[in-house]
């Protein structure tokens, strides 16, 4: 590619001329296929190289192209880059991934339909009174059968 250093202000001149003459082409071809407003679009267009030499970012241009030419032809064969371009890709893979779990979760929250977890009731202090006939009494004193029919109360099925 064409570096600053190589290149004369008449180059620069001369890559900005053939560029605006061919975009006088185009601005014709579309201001008798497309009426006005394209012809207009194209004219516009066709500025924009004139306007980049005058200014000197033609020149910016043409070395951002060539830097970027740089950087893909060492990108081919470079194990290292690829291995970064992968870790970079799975980066944002997980970002994708963990941003679509986040909204179903605050989806299913507002909705409603999320599960909390169960809550386990808390034990009760040790009664003195005494236990059910035909309940089952642990060693701490708790009645098992109580605590399992109450489960069954709240789910409906006693």
């Given at each position: 590619?064409?570096?600053?250093?190589?290149?004369?202000?008449?180059?620069?001149?001369?890559?900005?001329?053939?560029l605006?003459?061919?975009?006088?082409?185009?601005?014709?071809?579309?201001?008798?296929?497309?009426?006005?407003?394209?012809?207009?679009?194209?004219?516009?267009?066709?500025?924009?190289?004139?306007?980049?030499?005058?200014?000197?970012?033609?020149?910016?241009?043409?070395?951002?192209?060539?830097?970027?030419?740089?950087?893909?032809?060492?990108?081919?064969?470079?194990?290292?880059?690829?291995?970064?371009?992968?870790?970079?890709?799975?980066?944002?893979?997980?970002?994708?991934i963990?941003?679509?779990?986040?909204?179903?979760?605050?989806?299913?929250a507002?909705?409603?339909?999320?599960?909390?977890?169960?809550?386990?009731?808390?034990?009760e202090?040790?009664?003195?009174?005494?236990?059910?006939?035909?309940?089952?009494?642990?060693?701490?004193?708790?009645?098992?059968?109580?605590?399992?029919?109450?489960?069954?109360?709240?789910?409906?099925?006693?």
């Amino acid at each position: 590619m064409w570096k600053s250093g190589h290149v004369d202000e008449a180059t620069w001149a001369a890559l900005a001329a053939t560029l605006t003459l061919l975009g006088l082409v185009w601005t014709w071809i579309a201001f008798r296929r497309r009426g006005v407003t394209g012809g207009m679009r194209a004219l516009g267009f066709t500025m924009l190289p004139v306007a980049a030499w005058l200014t000197g970012t033609l020149e910016m241009f043409t070395e951002m192209a060539g830097s970027a030419t740089d950087w893909a032809t060492g990108l081919v064969f470079n194990p290292i880059t690829w291995t970064g371009i992968g870790l970079g890709g799975f980066g944002i893979v997980l970002i994708v991934i963990s941003g679509y779990l986040r909204d179903r979760q605050l989806a299913r929250a507002q909705d409603g339909t999320a599960t909390p977890a169960p809550k386990r009731p808390l034990p009760e202090a040790q009664s003195t009174r005494a236990p059910k006939s035909g309940s089952i009494v642990d060693d701490d004193g708790t009645d098992d059968l109580a605590d399992i029919e109450a489960i069954l109360k709240r789910r409906g099925i006693k």
